[in-house]
């Protein structure tokens, strides 16, 4: 398992030097000039200039690119060019925030969606059945970004439950903190949720079906137990193997949501910085997330080989 940790973590670095030349080079295609954005609408084509000369902006392409991966191999992901801050502090700083609503969707997003799964299918083709992949559907086929309107109408603006922006710190204030991201996350779950639910649905059909089971039941044993201890520990494999996939989603998704909800997170920076062509907060901050993404399918990898011992990663 060793050997296979080592391997994999060596498989990261072609990968990020892939997903750094992409976020580079977009950027350099992306219409709009920096330079306008720093100096402002008023100035003139001299001070823009200037600023062109001293951010190396006229620099021709091969070499800008290789001054970033010169600063990169040393640690540094350059100085964003409006807040005049390094990167590395301004993208760690956000990423508790996003990370917190991230993992507060996950767990909507494995609870339900798997207790969906597992009831659809002990009722195969009830109503049960067709109510959960009903709601499932609906989940699935809702964008994340109209739902989080909807739900700021009904529930911080006619009902007023909740918050319908803002941010709490969860080491501060934690009940503050559910309050302030429990729109957002749901509305990130909701999507994912339906998929989970499906996936499991469909696992845990196929499980019941074995003979295992089929053996487990004829011993006597109560159905909560046949379940529980026999069944779901092979419906979490396939359910282990997305946990990777559906984060990323969540992660990713959270550019809009935090937009929406004026959350001070990676996602809001990201968004921000693109609309106003801070190259090396785009780029450093695609960096840092891939980074962080790839570490956790490597997490992901090792729990599947937990749930699955029949799982050989070579010799070690």
């Known amino acids: 398992m060793i050997a296979y940790i080592i391997r994999r973590l060596l498989y990261v670095i072609p990968v990020l030097f892939v997903v750094s030349l992409i976020s580079f080079s977009l950027m350099q295609l ?5 330079a306008i954005v720093i100096a402002g609408t008023g100035a003139s084509p001299a001070e823009v200039a200037l600023i062109r000369e001293q951010l190396g902006l006229n620099e021709p392409f091969h070499v800008q690119l290789l001054s970033w991966y010169a600063n990169l191999f040393r640690g540094d992901l350059g100085t964003s060019l409006l807040l005049g801050r390094d990167v590395i502090e301004v993208t760690v700083e956000r990423l508790p925030v ?41 989940g699935v086929s809702l964008p994340n970004f109209w739902l989080a309107l909807i739900l700021i109408v009904l529930f911080a603006v006619e009902l007023g439950w ?25 509305s990130l779950a909701m999507l994912q949720m339906g998929l989970l639910a499906r996936i499991t649905r469909s696992t845990m059909l196929e499980v019941l079906r074995q003979d295992y089971i089929r053996t487990a039941r004829a011993k006597g044993l109560p159905e909560h137990v046949v379940v529980g201890k026999h069944a779901l520990k092979n419906v979490m494999i396939p359910v282990v193997t997305v946990i990777g996939i559906i984060f990323s989603v969540l992660l990713s998704g959270s550019v809009v949501i935090e937009t929406i909800f004026s959350i001070p997170g990676v996602g809001s920076l990201l968004g921000s910085a693109i609309l106003r062509r801070d190259y090396p907060v785009i ?34």
């Open 30 to 34: 992306v219409p709009g000039d920096p």
């Open 98 to 138: 996003s990370l917190s609503i991230a993992f507060y969707a996950l767990v909507l997003t494995l609870i339900f969606g798997i207790i969906m799964g597992i009831i659809a299918a002990l009722r195969q083709n009830s109503w049960v059945d067709q109510a959960v992949m009903t709601v499932a559907l609906i």
């Open 162 to 186: 909740l918050p319908s922006a803002g941010y709490v710190d969860y080491r501060v204030d934690f009940v503050g903190w559910l309050r302030a991201t429990t729109l957002p996350a749901v």
């Open 283 to 316: 780029q450093g901050g695609l960096l840092l997330v891939a980074t962080m993404l790839l570490l956790l399918n490597l997490l992901i990898d090792i729990l599947y080989a937990y749930f699955d011992p029949r799982v050989r990663y070579g010799r070690d």
